[in-house]
């Protein structure tokens, strides 16, 4: 650890809640400084330009919204399961982050959480999460391929525009709703397969300003559906069945 520190009375095991007044030259930030602490406040490490690694106790349960937010030189972040609720751009603009692991234990990725980390190319996502709400990776410029777990019902609004490294992706049969500019502006994107037999709602301008070679690929039994579907239609030339195995 650099110069730097957190201000150790406010952090003690009798806390619940951890506050923190960092020193800009913070470096790290370990398991042992947080023990005790049961969630992470908001804007706790914003900005903290020299932090390039933290570990989250077990005792942590939350993160709060803009915690780390434009920690522009974190590399690495070890999150346990304990915690339930990442806040909304916790994580945004931490533009030197490169994987990160979302723990089983949570249900939602919140709104812009991961937005524009820059050279975030590993993401795992859990078969917890039901929700992927707006923009949570929107400008994840090296995010190259994702998997969707089968439990996501719903993705919002931009969810992955302007990701300009995406090349496919697979929506799984349990999303019944895909928002407006999910794929806005993902210029190599040349394969999306839906597993729904049904079409999920879709919002506005999902597909533009991807690739011109896009192919949406559907369940055979249901490709003039989609080809009708509300916003589908404004694609039906780009629709074609799930090639058969």
């Known amino acids: 650890m650099g110069s730097g ?11 619940s809640v951890f506050k923190s007044i960092v020193d800009d030259s913070l470096t790290e930030v370990t398991a042992d400084m947080l023990n005790g602490a049961t969630s992470i406040s908001s804007n706790a490490f914003f900005s903290c330009a020299n932090l390039t690694s933290v ?7 939350s993160i709060g919204s803009y915690a780390f937010e434009y920690c ?7 999150i346990p399961n304990s915690v339930t609720n990442i806040g909304s751009e916790a994580f945004s603009n931490c533009s030197a982050l490169t994987s990160i692991v979302i723990p089983s234990s949570v249900t939602s990725i919140n709104y812009r959480t991961f937005s524009s980390c820059s050279a975030l190319s590993s993401v795992t996502i859990p078969s917890s999460v039901t929700r992927m709400q707006g ?7 090296s995010l190259a391929s994702i998997t969707i777990p089968n439990s996501v019902k719903s993705i919002g609004d931009g969810a992955f525009q302007s990701c300009t490294s995406l090349t496919s992706i697979t929506i799984p049969s349990n999303v019944t709703w895909i928002g407006s500019s999910v794929f806005n502006s993902c210029s190599v994107l040349t394969s999306v397969t839906i597993e729904a037999t049904a079409p999920p ?11 011109e070679n896009l192919v949406i690929y559907v369940p055979a039994g249901s490709v003039d559906a989609y080809k009708a579907a509300t916003n589908w239609s ?8 799930i090639p058969s195995t």
């Open 5 to 15: 520190y957190i201000n150790c009375n406010i952090l003690k095991k009798t806390y």
């Open 55 to 61: 570990e989250i106790p077990s005792s942590v349960t």
């Open 72 to 78: 522009r030189n974190l590399t690495n972040i070890t």
């Open 135 to 141: 923009y949570v990776f929107n400008y994840c410029t």
């Open 201 to 211: 709602t879709l919002g506005t301008n999902v597909f533009n300003g991807t690739s």
């Open 234 to 241: 404004t694609y039906a030339s780009k629709i074609q069945a």
